[in-house]
């Protein structure tokens, strides 16, 4: 790109390259969206589009490079799904969003805490009738050592993170709101199906689960 276009366009597509806007209207148009639901342990899930590579390369530009733009658009897809969830469910007044916690040493790796930064950038993009009545709670917890899930298979997710999450106990908030997950991607649904597990077993019962994307397989 010649310096004229550098100060012309001062950001180019994370995807593509071209000049102009973070993500240009047509990779916009490639990631689409989903607008179908499905449930996990009985909990519905509400996610913003089908995952695939312009969708991957973004999760992973948030995920593992903490790029500002990739999260935010996370954060739009995950907006959207909110907004459907809320339109299409009996909502309480307050909500919580829960971040999907990432493990420990994931955590130190990055300096960051990816889901809680995706439920933050969230909050900002939230249109303003909704800003007064939703809030940002790290009820779960990673209790011992998980694998990272990207290689496994399902089986192994589930034996992965399998009782691996619990409660914190100032969690007494939680209890007179809707509670909504908030992750990435819906691959298998073992992180999410344990996070569920985790909440119930303190007597808390999630509403629904957000996600940006979710694998075409699970409505096969
Ligand atoms: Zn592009």
Not at 52 to 79: C, M, T, W, Y
Not at 127 to 154: F, H, Y
Not at 160 to 168: D, F, L
Request: proline share 5%.
């Amino acid at each position: 790109m010649g310096a004229i276009s550098q100060l012309l366009f001062p950001s180019s597509c994370l995807l593509c390259n071209l000049p102009g806007l973070d993500i240009c209207s047509e990779c916009r148009i490639k990631i689409g969206r989903n607008h179908r639901n499905l449930f996990i342990s009985d909990i519905p899930v509400w996610a913003g589009a089908l995952y695939g590579d312009g969708l991957s390369e973004l999760i992973l530009l948030a995920k593992e490079k903490h790029i500002a733009p990739a999260r935010n658009f996370l954060a739009e897809l995950l907006v959207e799904s909110f907004m459907r969830a809320r339109n299409e469910s009996e909502v309480r007044e307050r909500v919580i969003l829960v971040p999907v916690p990432s493990s420990k040493s994931a955590n130190r790796t990055r300096g960051y805490r990816h889901a809680y930064l995706l439920a933050r950038h969230m909050m900002k993009n939230l249109p303003p009738s909704q800003k007064g009545s939703v809030a940002i709670q790290e009820v779960l917890v990673v209790n011992r050592k998980v694998a990272d899930q990207t290689n496994l298979n399902r089986e192994q997710r589930e034996a992965n993170v399998q009782g691996a999450y619990s409660v914190t106990k100032n969690s007494d908030l939680a209890e007179q709101a809707d509670l909504y997950l908030v992750d990435d991607l819906l691959t298998t649904g073992s992180s999410v199906r344990e996070g569920i597990r985790a909440l119930r077993q303190a007597g808390l019962r999630p509403a629904g689960v957000l996600t940006a994307g979710v694998s075409p397989r699970l409505f096969s």
